[in-house]
């Protein structure tokens, strides 16, 4: 049983929202916390766009901004772009007596 | 700025041993955990390992299982990774990272194993 489930696809028309759930699964509540958020277009290197659920480095776009509920975390993409177009994967990481770090399976974004 | 430049990939026969190296620029390296992530063709990023800024202090994924060891220099400003018994199913690009959050990433170097 993965860690972290992601939705293996998403689409939208330019403008439109769209929204990527990661679900930490029931097994491992509480040992996963703090949810990051990577995008990663085809041949390029991954590239961070939210920390900590909701937290946006310096540089990235407004237009996106995560959440949480309960045990599933969300990306959230407003006015989606052409360039918009990407692998997007949740990333946690679990402390204690070693330190492990897991991904989503990646959610790809098409851009209609 | 932050620059991540890693390099050693290549094709190599199923068995051997590589080493991949990441030079950093533009932070302070001595005081950042590394990281290695992969992502095998048509496969999603995969969390490799992390060394903390104190060299002696690492952590694997389960999957690595004794073949893969991390490593840095800081006196060189540079992250290794050392990985023996290749196998094919280790095709991948490889991908080294800096900070807690996995703050910056390099471009990544290709390691080919042939059977």
């Known amino acids: 049983q993965s860690a972290l489930t992601q939705p293996a696809s998403v689409s939208g028309s330019p403008g439109q929202t769209v929204t990527i759930s990661c679900t930490v699964a029931?097994?491992?509540?509480?040992?996963?916390?703090?949810v990051s958020w990577f995008q990663q277009h085809p041949g390029k290197a991954p590239k961070l766009l939210i920390f900590?659920?909701?937290s946006r480095p310096s540089g990235v776009s407004r237009r996106f901004s995560g959440s949480k509920s309960d045990n599933t975390a969300s990306l959230t993409i407003s006015g989606l772009q052409a360039e918009d177009e990407a692998d997007y994967f949740c990333s946690s990481y679990a402390t204690g007596p070693t330190l492990n770090y897991v991904f989503g399976g990646g959610t790809r974004v098409t851009v209609l | 700025q932050v620059q991540l430049v890693e390099s050693g990939g290549g094709v190599v026969q199923s068995g051997r041993s590589l080493r991949l190296s990441c030079a950093a620029a533009g932070f302070t390296f001595s005081s950042s955990p590394m990281h290695w992530v992969r992502r095998a063709p048509g496969k999603g990023l995969e969390w490799v390992a992390i060394i903390l800024s104190d060299e002696n202090i690492t952590y694997y994924a389960e999957f690595v299982k004794g073949r893969f060891t991390i490593s840095r220099d800081n006196s060189k400003n540079t992250l290794y990774l050392d990985i023996s018994s290749l196998r094919p199913d280790d095709t991948s690009f490889y991908y080294c990272s800096s900070g807690t959050q996995l703050d910056y990433w390099g471009q990544g170097t290709l390691v080919t194993v042939s059977s």
């Open positions: 029931s097994s491992y509540i509480g040992h996963y916390n703090l």
């Open positions: 900590a659920f909701d």
